[in-house]
């Protein structure tokens, strides 16, 4: 998608991972809607788009939405999150978290929520300080100690035998703090909210037709996109079950729990909370 004029319609970013399938898989089959300009990306692309006015709408990091929440208001009910182990956001590692201390751990540059939710493990966490560096996890160099990587990069690395560890973030926050964690959420441009209130609402519904259906044809979809990985169709089906795309109220927590780490670090902008919700109007 190039840029385009405003009156060319919504300008929506969907991020090119499998972790979106059963919401993206469904919409590329039944929404048919010309003036919906549909633009696949990573995460890291999305957010500098959204960040620049490219985009209206943008399934962006956690941390895009931190930055600059003067900006965007989060859409109600769609997320990218995980109750425990999510399955493709790991660090790993050739020694123990407690073992990085002053060690060289590589963080994915596609994702700023998964580097930062690394920093807040380790050094809140754990207690280390490891030195970090940003870059491609797709050439991982023999020097690297520990690396980030997410998405469908985090699912081939977990199926080679590179590294002795493999930390997956989801979990050590749901036993740090017994909270779900939001990877990603819906975002939506402040002033397209203003002036596009009734075509933001029908996208908003087609979102949630989308995750429904996509749920109830879970099976169907990882046949479809297992084999980008590649993976098996089981282990692919196992994976995505256990990823969630709701926003309810123990994931706003969950979001506001990891802000108040950033915020309190340094790394966000004190107006991330509250957060501001932008929610489905009820149908008449």
């Given amino acids: 998608m190039n840029n385009t004029d405003r009156r060319s319609g919504c300008r929506i970013g969907m991020v090119n991972y499998i972790n979106t399938a059963p919401i993206y898989e469904v919409w590329k089959e039944t929404v048919r809607r010309q003036d919906w300009l549909v633009h696949e990306d990573a995460p890291a692309a999305l957010c500098r788009m959204l960040a620049a006015g490219e985009l209206d ?3 962006v990091s956690s941390f895009e939405y931190s930055e600059r929440p003067e900006n ?3 859409m109600e009910d769609l997320s990218i999150s ?3 182990p999510v399955g493709s956001v790991f660090l790993f590692s050739r020694e123990p978290l407690e073992g990085l201390d002053g060690r060289s751990v590589l963080l994915t540059s596609q994702s700023k929520t998964s580097a930062a939710l ?3 493990i380790l050094e809140e966490f754990v207690g280390v300080r490891p030195v970090y560096a940003t870059g491609d996890t797709r050439t991982v160099a023999a020097q690297v100690t520990a690396v980030l990587a997410i998405g469908d990069d985090a699912l081939r690395l977990a199926r080679e035998d590179r590294f002795r560890y493999r930390y997956d973030l989801g979990e050590i926050w749901k036993r740090e703090t017994g909270l779900p964690f939001v990877f990603a959420v ?6 397209y909210c203003r002036s596009h209130a009734g075509e933001l609402a029908e996208i908003h519904r087609e979102f949630l037709r989308c995750r429904a259906r996509g749920r109830e044809e879970m099976y169907l979809i990882c046949s479809r996109v297992a084999p980008r990985i590649p ?3 089981e282990d692919c089906y ?3 079950r256990a990823i969630e795309h709701d926003l309810g109220a123990e994931k706003q927590l969950a979001l506001e729990k990891y802000f108040g780490y950033l915020i309190a670090r340094g790394e966000a902008s004190a107006a991330a909370l509250p957060l501001k919700i932008h929610r489905l109007p009820a149908a008449a």
């Fill in 118 to 120: 690394v920093r807040v």
């Fill in 82 to 84: 995980a109750n425990g």
């Fill in 238 to 240: 196992a994976y995505l």
């Fill in 72 to 74: 965007y208001r989060i």
């Fill in 186 to 191: 819906f975002a939506v441009r402040e002033e």
């Fill in 57 to 59: 709408i943008g399934v």
């Fill in 231 to 233: 993976m098996d169709c």
